[in-house]
């Protein structure tokens, strides 16, 4: 530690003896960093709109595909494009986390019989043991199978709002591929770029 005083001493001496050089080299320096983290940015930003282009290109691709095939609303013909999702629940107790995943459990044995009334009563009845991610959005997953795109952008936004830190970023790109079957594009630009920079960040953070 007795080297720190010592340098800083001699840092001031050559300051002194030099100070317009050496406030050159200081501002030439801000300049270098100031530099490196705008090019940064404008390399984050670019990779963003990039990505985000991609993602409405696809998305148009598909919308042309389904229209020359002549589908229409519904969507039991195929299979949704949600995948299952872990998600990280703060159950209020085990019995509670036990009942829910029974009730879980039933509804995806209805939903393999197209049972989807029964399927949406024990989803409705997991809700009432407490608040999940799970289940709203097994809702949404259960909505877009049944043609009800409405029904899943909504149960898409209830189960973002708990999902306060972002931590499950599919479910902004779900919602944006929904709102963009929906016709509403602007939403859509919103929602995939929410999902775009929070797997940049993730990326970054790695």
């Known amino acids: 530690m007795a080297e720190i005083p010592s340098l800083l001493a001699t840092y001031q001496r050559l300051f002194k003896a030099r100070p317009l050089f050496w406030s050159g080299v200081v501002v030439t320096y801000a300049a270098i960093i100031f530099t490196t983290f705008a090019y940064l940015e404008a390399r984050k930003t670019e990779q963003s709109q990039q990505r985000l282009m991609l993602l409405e290109e696809q998305l148009e ?47 995806a044995f209805a939903i393999q019989k197209a049972d989807f009334r029964r399927a949406e009563r024990l989803y409705a009845e997991a809700e009432t043991a407490q608040t999940t991610f799970v289940v709203p959005y097994n809702l949404a997953r259960l909505h877009y199978l049944e043609g009800d795109l409405k029904g899943t952008a909504i149960y898409l936004e209830n189960v973002i709002a708990l999902d306060t830190g972002a931590r499950y970023p599919e479910l902004r790109l779900y919602l944006g591929v929904v709102q963009y079957e929906l016709g509403q594009t602007a939403e859509s630009r919103k929602s995939l770029q929410l999902f775009i920079d929070r797997t940049l960040a993730d990326k970054k953070a790695d």
Do not use: I
């Open 61 to 107: 691709e598909l919308r042309h595909q389904r229209n020359e095939q002549g589908v229409t609303n519904s969507h039991r013909e195929r299979p949704g494009f949600m995948r299952d999702l872990s998600f990280n629940e703060n159950w209020v107790n085990d019995d509670t986390k036990t009942n829910v995943a029974r009730l879980l459990d039933y509804a």
